[in-house]
C-alpha cells in the first residue's frame, strides 16, 4: 500500500515510518525538514518537505495521497492550530482514508478519562484542547479514524497490543501509558484493514 505520513520527524512518525516499510508498504514522509526524518533511506522511502501552516507546501506534499498517517503533534514553540491545520490539509487531500493521532481524555474520550485526568489536561493543556477536539470532529467528518492515545512512551512494542473502541474504554484513575511502537501498529493496523472509520479508537498495550 502506498502510505503518507505527516509529522514524519516527530518521535510517533518516524515509528509510523520505520514500521510502515518494514511491513512492505511505500511512505511518503512528509515533514517541514525532511532532511531531519531519521528513517534509513529505501527505494520505497521518499522524504518530502510540506508544512502544515503552508497551504501551498503542504497542499504539494499530499498531492494524491491514497492513505494518510498523522504523528503530527504541537511542540512547545508552535502556537495553536496546528493540528487543525494538518487535518484540514489531509481531509483536503481527498485520500482514501486517514488515521490520525490524538490524546485520550480530550474531546469525545473525556467523560471517559475521569475527573482527575480531565482536570489534568485542562491544566496543562488549556491553550490545546480547541485545536484537539477540531482536528479530530474533522477527520472523523472525512470517514478517518482517530486514535485517542494515553500518555506516550519510548518502550518496545508490546506483544499483547489490542484496539477497543471507545464505549471499551478500561475505567482506571490515569490512562495508562503506552508506547509510540504499540499505538504505531495499531494506527497501520487500521490503515491496512480499517474497522472503525469515522469514529474514536483506543489502542491499548494489553
Do not use: C
Not at 505527516?6 to 518494514?22: D, F, N, P, Y
Amino acid at each position: 500500500m502506498e502510505f503518507t505520513v505527516l509529522g514524519a520527524t516527530g518521535a510517533t512518525g518516524v515509528e509510523l515510518t520505520r514500521q510502515a516499510l518494514e511491513r512492505g508498504h511505500t511512505v511518503t514522509a512528509v515533514a517541514r525538514n525532511p532532511d531531519r526524518i531519521t528513517v534509513p533511506a529505501s527505494d520505497r522511502l521518499v522524504r518530502v518537505a510540506g508544512d502544515v501552516r503552508d497551504p501551498e507546501s503542504i497542499g504539494r506534499a499530499l498531492k494524491g495521497a491514497k492513505v494518510i498517517l498523522s504523528g503530527l503533534g504541537i511542540a512547545g514553540k508552535d502556537a495553536p492550530g496546528v493540528l487543525t491545520a494538518g487535518a484540514r490539509a489531509a481531509a483536503g487531500a481527498e485520500p482514501d482514508f486517514i488515521v490520525w493521532l490524538a490524546a485520550f481524555g480530550t474531546g469525545e474520550s473525556a467523560p471517559f478519562a475521569g475527573v482527575l485526568t480531565r482536570t489534568l489536561l485542562r491544566t496543562f493543556m488549556r491553550n490545546e484542547l480547541d485545536d484537539r477536539t477540531t482536528a479530530d470532529a474533522i477527520v472523523r467528518r472525512s470517514g478517518g479514524t482517530v486514535f485517542h492515545a494515553g500518555p506516550l512512551s519510548d518502550g518496545e512494542l508490546s506483544p499483547a497490543r489490542r484496539t477497543v473502541s471507545l464505549d471499551d474504554a478500561p475505567r482506571r484513575l490515569f490512562p495508562a501509558r503506552i508506547s509510540r511502537a504499540t499505538v504505531a501498529a495499531a494506527m497501520l493496523d487500521e490503515a491496512e484493514r480499517p474497522e472503525y472509520g469515522g469514529r474514536i479508537a483506543l489502542p491499548l498495550a494489553k
